[in-house]
């Protein structure tokens, strides 16, 4: 039996997708400014890593600039009936967003508690989803974005353990560079990323 479409806009989904592109978005505003050249590199010395792509360098960047980046990025985004922002706070990465129904605007909150792990990719594990005050089940909410949504390859989605794995090293570019987490500190502010090319 096939669902009908009702032509409502699911809120949901195209949060849950806004944050995803703002991470992303975040990553290749990083392969950007690395791809640019700005003094002549070819008296650098390369550093390699085990699995022989070259290590170009280290990316730092503080919770004020990544707030300001998503900021700029998240202008475009913002509708009459679904405005949202990503913030850094000393503790978590907050995804605030508040969409109007009937006249209401109902505010989302999705608090992510951002790591890095062994391979360089950054795993958001979901601590709470609430709108308003009334808190969300994690699992249910992550399960149907991941059913719902058509998420880039290197976003993997575990709603058992209401976790997103962001695969930075599996973004596709032109230049074949890609960055690892190196440190994700929020509370002391640093956001430390190493930049690689592929070989």
């Known amino acids: ?10 809120r949901w989904k195209w949060g849950f997708l806004a944050l995803v592109a703002a991470l992303l978005a ?20 390369l550093l390699t890593n085990s699995s022989s792509d070259e290590k170009l360098g280290t990316f730092m960047t503080s919770k004020e600039q990544l707030n300001s980046m998503l900021a700029t990025y998240l202008k ?4 009459d009936t679904f405005s949202y922002k990503v913030t850094a706070t ?7 967003g508040t969409y109007n129904i009937w006249g209401l605007d109902i505010p989302l ?3 992510f508690q951002p ?3 062994n391979d360089g990719s950054v795993l958001l594990t979901v601590s709470e989803i609430s709108a308003g005050t009334l808190s969300l089940p994690k699992e249910e909410i992550l399960s149907y974005i991941k059913k719902q949504s058509q998420l880039p390859a290197f ?3 575990d709603a ?5 794995t962001i695969q930075l090293t599996e973004v596709e570019n032109a230049q074949k560079i890609y960055v690892k987490a190196n440190t994700i500190d929020l509370y002391n502010n640093q956001l430390i990323f190493d930049i690689y090319r592929k070989s």
């Open 76 to 79: 475009d985004y913002q509708t």
């Open 90 to 96: 000393n503790q978590f990465l907050l995804f605030e």
């Open 109 to 111: 909150y999705v608090y």
């Open 160 to 164: 058992s353990k209401a976790t997103v």
């Open 26 to 45: 975040f990553c290749l505003i990083i392969v950007e400014r690395v791809s640019s050249t700005r003094e002549d590199t070819t008296t650098a010395v």
């Open 1 to 10: 039996m096939k669902q009908k479409k009702s032509g409502k806009i699911n």
């Open 155 to 157: 976003v993997k989605i």
């Open 115 to 117: 790591n890095k792990l």
